[in-house]
């Protein structure tokens, strides 16, 4: 399976600030996904980024809020902008090769906004 | 997205014991994913199911692919410390789509 690193590990943010979250992927990958998991909670998708087209934001989910940039196979990023407090959570990136459904995820990234 | 409810919500186990869990959706899956989470860390695949009464293992654990597609368990065989974390079952979406929804998880907690 893919080597997926993400950065920042963890970071503290102040409110109204912005802070953009990195996905390398050790391979070239079609389909690469950004997930939110709230403190204590599940995995929910924010979007679908996919190299060459625009990011596809599930419902609830803005791209002024989390704007996503994907200009290559083994990169993304995710900005989370204009933060407040209940955007502490943990955001993860995942990679599918598109021919199983399996997804395979980074080692998250913990954000803490004061 | 589609509904998965996953129980039990939590658990305690005796090291050595050996447990399960399950997951069940209103819809058909077409693919069943466990995964677990250690604190810290980002989910790993533990097992992928494709086809209906499908029964897989990887060391310890067993999963099977309920046979009316609506339904999956995981087993742990004889415990042990390092099982501790959330487990999470997962599937498409829809049918031939890549999105995964996720279960709310159960956690695991061994009991010394």
């Known amino acids: 399976s893919a080597v997926i690193s993400q950065k920042p590990s963890r970071d503290i943010c102040q409110r109204g600030t912005s802070l953009t979250i990195q996905c390398q992927v050790d391979s070239q990958v079609t389909m690469m996904f950004w997930y939110r998991q709230q403190p204590g909670q599940s995995l929910t998708l924010i979007a679908t980024a996919n190299q060459g087209s625009e990011a596809t934001y599930e419902s609830g989910f803005v791209i002024d809020k989390f704007p996503i940039s994907r200009p290559n196979l083994t990169f993304s990023t995710l900005t989370v902008s204009n933060m407040s407090p209940e955007d502490s959570s943990i955001y993860l990136c995942s990679v599918d090769d598109g021919r199983l459904n399996e997804q395979f995820f980074g080692p998250g990234t913990r954000l803490t906004v004061l | 997205g589609q509904q998965l409810n996953q129980s039990p919500q939590s658990m305690f186990i005796q090291e050595g014991e050996d447990v399960s869990m399950n997951c069940t959706s209103s819809s058909i899956f077409n693919t069943w994913l466990w995964y677990k989470q250690d604190p810290g860390e980002g989910p790993v695949l533990l097992i992928a199911l494709y086809k209906a009464g499908e029964l897989t293992s990887n060391g310890r654990l067993t999963a099977q692919f309920g046979i009316t597609r609506k339904d999956s368990f995981l087993n742990i065989s004889a415990s042990i410390p390092s099982d501790v974390g959330i487990y999470f079952c997962?599937?498409?979406?829809?049918?031939?789509?890549?999105?995964?929804?996720f279960g709310a998880g159960t956690t695991v907690t061994v009991r010394a």
């Open positions: 997962a599937g498409p979406t829809q049918s031939n789509d890549y999105k995964l929804s």
